[in-house]
């Protein structure tokens, strides 16, 4: 049993109060938390429940939206402005997992989830330097079929599991967040660090900073659509996915926002794939090169070589479907 110090934050300033203590952790939903708390994962010394916090989507001057840390995924996922605007995000989160499950995860909390990866949660009989630094990776000569094909390192090649995230790297979308030391904003795409050599160091936020809000801007690419490839139907992490937004001019491509899932230690922003992409006609061959523009840099291992040619593929019929709504 973890003994800890358990306290409900009445708003933010409280809830960063509380959360001073190095081994002090924020719960929201719990849907990723707890589990981590019952294989002694994640053993915290304070809980600060910050489910009290606003949970409200509001409509900001610019026409984009401010969507408060504590809102439920599934509330989310219903808002008229986000099926409306920015349908990628609710299809994203739809296909995140169960229904209970999205009716519990809080937006901040699934912006901080951590990976699936089998040996990470294996506190008795794996090496995991996300885990515990220095101690070795044993999904790089393990099995590791689920894991990072780009932005992995000899330390850890563990992904990323959000589906939400992805849609949101795609959508520009920007993280507020505040400590003792005041408040910033972050991009989304840098809100989470590569492995490097310190994997165990997922995010850029500082001890006790709290997330307290996510910004979208707003959205003038009507076709967009995200799309994920798993092994089951229904309640599986990715193998791949691909988070798209498309904009023509006659039968050039004007404009494009793309983004990965299950291929990287973070929700992957495209960007070689945009930049090839840019000005190109519209055509199933321009998706394939700017497919393999992205996918130069992959470093598979023995069970995930498949991930480079699915992405591909997957990449380029999302195009090509958004290519056929763009027209239509």
Same mark, same amino acid.
């Given at each position: 049993?973890? #003994?800890?110090?358990?306290?409900?934050?009445?708003?933010?300033?409280?809830?960063?109060?509380?959360?001073?203590?190095?081994?002090?952790?924020?719960?929201?939903?719990?849907?990723?938390?707890?589990?981590?708390?019952?294989?002694?994962?994640?053993?915290?010394?304070?809980?600060?429940?910050?489910?009290?916090?606003?949970?409200?989507?509001?409509?900001?001057?610019?026409? @984009?939206?401010?969507?408060?840390?504590?809102?439920? $995924?599934?509330?989310?996922?219903?808002?008229?402005?986000?099926?409306?605007?920015?349908?990628?995000?609710?299809?994203?989160?739809?296909?995140?997992?169960?229904?209970?499950?999205?009716?519990?995860?809080?937006?901040? @909390? $699934?912006?901080? =989830?951590?990976?699936?990866? /089998?040996?990470?949660?294996?506190?008795? @009989?794996?090496?995991? $330097?996300?885990?515990?630094?220095?101690?070795?990776?044993?999904?790089?000569?393990?099995?590791?079929?689920?894991?990072?094909?780009?932005?992995?390192?000899?330390?850890?090649?563990?992904?990323?599991?959000?589906?939400?995230?992805?849609?949101?790297?795609?959508?520009?979308?920007?993280?507020?967040?505040?400590?003792?030391?005041?408040?910033?904003? *972050?991009?989304?795409?840098?809100?989470?660090? %590569?492995?490097?050599?310190?994997?165990?160091? #997922?995010?850029?936020? +500082?001890?006790?900073?709290?997330?307290?809000?996510?910004?979208?801007?707003?959205?003038?690419?009507?076709?967009?659509?995200?799309?994920?490839?798993?092994?089951?139907?229904?309640?599986?992490?990715?193998?791949?996915?691909?988070?798209?937004? %498309? +904009?023509?001019?006659?039968?050039?491509?004007?404009?494009?926002?793309?983004?990965?899932?299950?291929?990287?230690?973070?929700?992957?922003?495209?960007?070689?794939? +945009?930049?090839?992409?840019?000005?190109?006609?519209? /055509?199933?061959?321009?998706?394939? =090169?700017?497919?393999?523009?992205?996918?130069?840099?992959?470093?598979?291992?023995?069970?995930?070589?498949?991930?480079?040619?699915?992405?591909?593929?997957?990449?380029?019929? *999302?195009? =090509?479907?958004?290519?056929? +709504?763009?027209?239509?």
């Amino acid at each position: 049993m973890i #003994e800890l110090a358990y306290t409900r934050a009445a708003d933010p300033a409280d809830a960063i109060r509380h959360a001073q203590n190095e081994d002090a952790k924020y719960l929201g939903g719990g849907t990723n938390l707890v589990d981590l708390m019952r294989e002694t994962v994640e053993v915290p010394s304070v809980l600060v429940d910050v489910t009290g916090l606003s949970a409200e989507i509001e409509e900001t001057d610019d026409g @984009g939206l401010m969507i408060w840390a504590a809102t439920r $995924n599934t509330a989310l996922a219903e808002h008229p402005a986000v099926r409306s605007r920015y349908p990628m995000l609710t299809r994203a989160i739809v296909a995140g997992a169960s229904a209970q499950i999205r009716n519990m995860a809080t937006v901040g @909390g $699934n912006l901080l =989830q951590r990976t699936r990866c /089998t040996y990470f949660y294996d506190t008795d @009989g794996s090496r995991c $330097n996300k885990r515990s630094p220095g101690e070795g990776c044993d999904a790089i000569e393990g099995f590791n079929r689920n894991h990072a094909i780009l932005g992995a390192s000899p330390a850890c090649v563990a992904t990323h599991p959000s589906d939400m995230c992805v849609a949101l790297a795609a959508l520009d979308a920007v993280v507020h967040v505040r400590s003792t030391s005041g408040e910033r904003t *972050v991009a989304l795409c840098d809100l989470h660090r %590569l492995p490097e050599d310190r994997p165990d160091l #997922e995010t850029i936020l +500082e001890p006790g900073e709290l997330i307290t809000a996510v910004q979208l801007p707003p959205s003038n690419l009507s076709a967009q659509t995200y799309r994920k490839v798993r092994d089951r139907s229904s309640y599986a992490f990715a193998l791949v996915s691909v988070a798209a937004a %498309l +904009e023509l001019d006659g039968d050039a491509i004007a404009d494009v926002r793309l983004a990965l899932g299950g291929v990287a230690p973070k929700p992957w922003r495209a960007w070689r794939a +945009e930049e090839a992409l840019r000005g190109q006609p519209a /055509t199933e061959t321009t998706f394939l =090169q700017a497919a393999d523009a992205e996918l130069a840099g992959a470093r598979p291992l023995a069970g995930n070589a498949f991930k480079v040619g699915l992405a591909r593929r997957t990449l380029a019929a *999302v195009l =090509q479907q958004l290519t056929e +709504e763009a027209r239509s």
